[in-house]
Nanobody, 114 residues
Framework: VKLVESGGGFVLAGGSLRLSCASPGSTFEIMGWYRQAPGKQRELVATITSSDGSTNYANSVKGRFAISRDNTKRTMYLQMNSLKPEDTAIYYC??????????WGQGTLVTVSS
């Protein structure tokens, strides 16, 4: 099973991007987005569950980002609005099926310029 990310790119501050993460053939209970900026540790951005669709966001993105998933397409999305230069990072998709299975995508670069 492989996670395939897409949607990164370059955008001016205040702009929007939508990231996608496809998991062909598999549905995972917990999926999420993480990011890693240059010189910093990887951090949680948002997660979403399959069973009840509950979501969790980092404080820094609340009100600006929205995570969603379409289990019929086995795809997760991250809609990013009002982007700031500090959102610049490599964004990674993560999938988890407790208790043992965890997968990471290859990452997609998001660059926000002022």
């Amino acid at each position: 099973v492989k996670l395939v990310e897409s949607g990164g790119g370059f955008v001016l501050a205040g702009g929007s991007l939508r990231l996608s993460c496809a998991s062909p053939g598999s549905t995972f209970e917990i999926m999420g987005w993480y990011r890693q900026a240059p010189g910093k540790q990887r951090e949680l951005v948002a997660t979403i569950t399959s069973s009840d669709g509950s979501t969790n966001y980092a404080n820094s993105v609340k009100g600006r980002f929205a995570i969603s998933r379409d289990n019929t397409k086995r795809t997760m999305y991250l809609q990013m609005n009002s982007l700031k230069p500090e959102d610049t990072a490599i964004y990674y998709c993560r999938a988890e099926e407790p208790p043992y299975l965890e997968l990471w995508g290859q990452g997609t670069l998001v660059t926000v310029s002022s």
